[in-house]
């Protein structure tokens, strides 16, 4: 029997189960096989191939183990009691309005200035109010649609540009990468595709915060960037409220293509809900996200700050395979209370002449737990190629950690490596000098801390790098004395 | 406006302050001299704040308010102001936004309303001219690679700036050169007025040739042993502070 047979046979047998009613409810029962990964191709209507690469990397996921980290710790994760289907939350299952939210987090939406309608969105209620982003996003479009730029749902790209989503889809993270990569090759929910054509500077910062159907992506994203030669695209993903989702478990993944002399920033500011104070419902965020410098001087560009999450692990990375290319990663990443991340970059250098520069700033308060985890290849073929690191923790407070492990692989004996590391505490003559000023020690520790991360916050756009510093400050509240 | 009596506190097991006694009135300059390690710096620090003190008896009132219970940061919003003997180096806080945000931070405290960014770059040139400071320091971070002497402009800036009621100035005139010292006298002294009171902390008469005192204290194993007009830091100048604890001693 030919695979294609077995798998039209499978196909079938769905059938005889009466699979397809169970489709058009709104939840499929925890749990994963190869039923519900078909179920999930079919209920998005995707065309066989997408039917088969999930499959094939569902198949793979079977043959995986999850990965330990030694340096983050959290119950082990059940995955058959992970619902995989992506249907919109239920009304009845959705808290019915903000006194059933966690107070503390309702503070920080107030602090950042959200309205009501907005917050209780980001809390999960069910809202009938349209935002106005919706109208906005609208406009927005259009414009993109002049310049030729593609901005839509990964969903919604498989249908209308199926050739594009063959091409790139899995080129740069294959579903044989790591685990959480193949359990979201095969069960994937939503995300976002952009393509910027040839020659094509997109005229605008996309946001999916702009993204009518952002608000629901689900645990496994998938994010898909290709810009085409000589094109230039900037993308900010995520949002400084704290969001709340029911998923405890996110496994995201996000590829960037670039082709010749193109360039990519992508930056993240990522909050999402840690969990109470014993860190109880906090979000996981184990995430794969890469960059491939494709073609010759192209340029990928990571930036991200991080203060969400109940654990985070992370590592965007750069594949430097064009001659003259570039790779950036520019970080800045705050534990406090239980949260735990490990989190740092890949710059694996291939190609003649490739640079790359590594800021990683790391912020430690309460009991947090940090790690960063840098590795910098230089392969054989690399001549000439640069890396320059720099890593600096900042602890507050004498019962957080911060532990650096940078790897270096050099396979030619031209590179030049530059690594510089730091930590630092926040020091009692600072916070003294500071209030002698006039300034509260809250105030103090911020400015301290905003000045600590300051190279990492130049790279990111304006609007966001003021809401990022504000979100700093906020998240840092409480974390002295 | 600045009342101490029997003021005592230790560090650690160490006695360093022993029973302090000091009146300020309204708009007077009080000069305190005293040897290496007499407690000078500690008397400052106690004074604004700085935790790592056992204030183990005495008081401290000013304007009448225990000034003990206080934060540091409720000192300064009340018009305290300590230029620091060792300024304090703040690796990536830009100079200009570390002084807005203070200067905000005590307006706010004092129900003033917040100088806008345009306002307090004006305010920010008139006080620069007074100290002859070069405005590329703002653009800076707090004190970091500052010379000495630029450190202390500093420190004196900051108190032009913020306007306080009481400045303790600690050795503000040592690491400063001749000319910087003229500087930074002239512009203390163009700070002086009837409401603002200072305590100028040095080993040096030569300050206080231009910044001219009312009183001169002798502060020595934490206590103020001798008081006097400015005539006395003549006096010291001329002979140390050897007679006065050995006449202590006599007494
Ligand atoms: N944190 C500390 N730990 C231990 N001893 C301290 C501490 N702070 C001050 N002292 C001691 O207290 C005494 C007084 O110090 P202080 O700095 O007040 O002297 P000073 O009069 O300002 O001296 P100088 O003229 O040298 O500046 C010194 O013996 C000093 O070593
Ligand atoms: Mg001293």
Redesign the interface.
Known sequence: MTSTQAVDDIVKSEYEHGFTTEIESDTLPPGLDEDVVRAISKRKGEPEFMTELRLKAYRHWLTMTEPEWPAVDYPKIDFQAISYFSAPKRPEDAPKSLDEIDPALLETYNKLGIPIEEQKALAGIAVDAVFDSVSVATTFRETLAEAGVIFCSISEAVHDCPELIRQYMGSVVPHTDNYYAALNAAVFSDGTFVYVPKGVRCPMELSTYFRINARNTGQFERTLIVAEEGSYVSYLEGCTAPQRDENQLHAAVVELIALEGAEIKYSTVQNWYPGDEQGKGGIYNFVTKRGDCRGARSKISWTQVETGSAITWKYPSCLLRGEDSVGEFYSVAVTKGRQQADTGTKMIHIGKGTRSTIVSKGISAGQGRQTYRGLVRIGQRAEGARNHTQCDSLLIGDRCTANTFPYIEVKHPSAQMEHEATTSKIS???L??????????E?AVS??V???C?EVFNELPMEFAVEAQKLLSISLEGAVG | MLSVKGLRANVGDKEILRGLDLEVGPGEVHAIMGPNGSGKSTFAHVL?????YEVTSGSATFEGKDLLVL???E???LGL??A?QY??E?????NT??LK???N??RK?RGEEELDAVSFLRLIKDKLKILHLDDSLLKR?VNAGFSGGEKKRNEIF?MAL?EPKLAILDETDSGLDIDALRVVADGVNALRSPERSMIVVTHYQRLLDYIQPDYVHVLAKGQIIRSGGKELALELEEKGYGWIEAEGRAA
């Open positions: 009692d003559d600072e003294f000098y500071c209030r002698s000023r006039g300034l509260t020690e105030d400015m301290i905003n000045g600590f300051k | 604004s704040g700085r935790e790592g934060e540091p940061e000192r300064a919003q102001f300590l620091f300024p304090v703040l690796s990536g806080v830009n936004y570390f945000a203070a200067l931070s005590i405290a971070a900051q913020l």
